[in-house]
C-alpha cells in the first residue's frame, strides 16, 4: 500500500474517534441523558481503535474507493442535511419517512408498495426503539407522548 493510500485508510477511524471523543465529552454533563451517546461513542471508538490499528498491522486496502458512484454519495449527504434541517419542522415520522423513501428509491428499487412499506416498517421500528423503549423525545406533530 502506497503513503497516499495508507493515509487515506487512517483518516477514516482518526476522524471517527475525533467525533466519538467529542460527542462523550460533550454528553458527560448531560448525567441521565447522556447515557445513550456516551454508549453510542463508546461502541464507536471502540471500532475506530479496531480499525485503526487493523490498518497498520494489515496494510492492506480497506477503504476501496473504484466503482463507488460519488454522484449517489452526493445525493444522500445532501437528503441527511435536508433531514436534520426539516425534523423539526415537519416532525420525526414524516421527515423519517420521506428520507426512507428516497434512500431506497435512489438505490434503484422501483416497487413504490414495498419502498412504502419499508420505509413504514423502519419509522415504527426506530419509533418504537426510541420513543417508547428508551423515551427519548423526538420532535413531534402529531403522536406526540
Do not use: H, W
Not at 495508507?6 to 447515557?35: C, D, Q, R, T
Request: charged share 15%.
Amino acid at each position: 500500500m502506497n503513503k497516499k493510500q495508507l493515509i487515506i485508510e487512517l483518516a477514516m477511524p482518526i476522524v471517527f474517534a475525533l467525533i466519538s471523543i467529542y460527542i462523550i465529552v460533550k454528553a458527560i454533563p448531560m448525567e441521565g441523558e447522556g447515557v445513550f451517546p456516551i454508549m453510542s461513542a463508546g461502541v464507536l471508538l471502540i471500532c475506530a481503535a479496531y480499525l485503526f490499528f487493523e490498518t497498520l498491522v494489515k496494510k492492506e486496502e480497506v477503504v476501496k474507493l473504484e466503482g463507488v458512484n460519488l454522484g449517489k454519495v452526493g445525493i444522500t449527504l445532501l437528503a441527511l442535511i435536508v433531514y436534520v434541517v426539516l425534523i423539526k419542522k415537519i416532525g420525526y415520522i414524516v421527515d423519517t419517512f420521506l428520507l426512507c423513501v428516497f434512500i431506497i428509491r435512489s438505490l434503484g428499487y422501483k416497487k413504490i408498495g414495498i419502498t412504502v412499506l419499508c420505509a413504514t416498517l423502519a419509522v415504527c421500528a426506530t419509533f418504537f426503539v426510541f420513543k417508547v423503549l428508551l423515551s427519548v423525545p423526538l420532535p413531534m406533530i402529531f403522536l406526540d407522548f
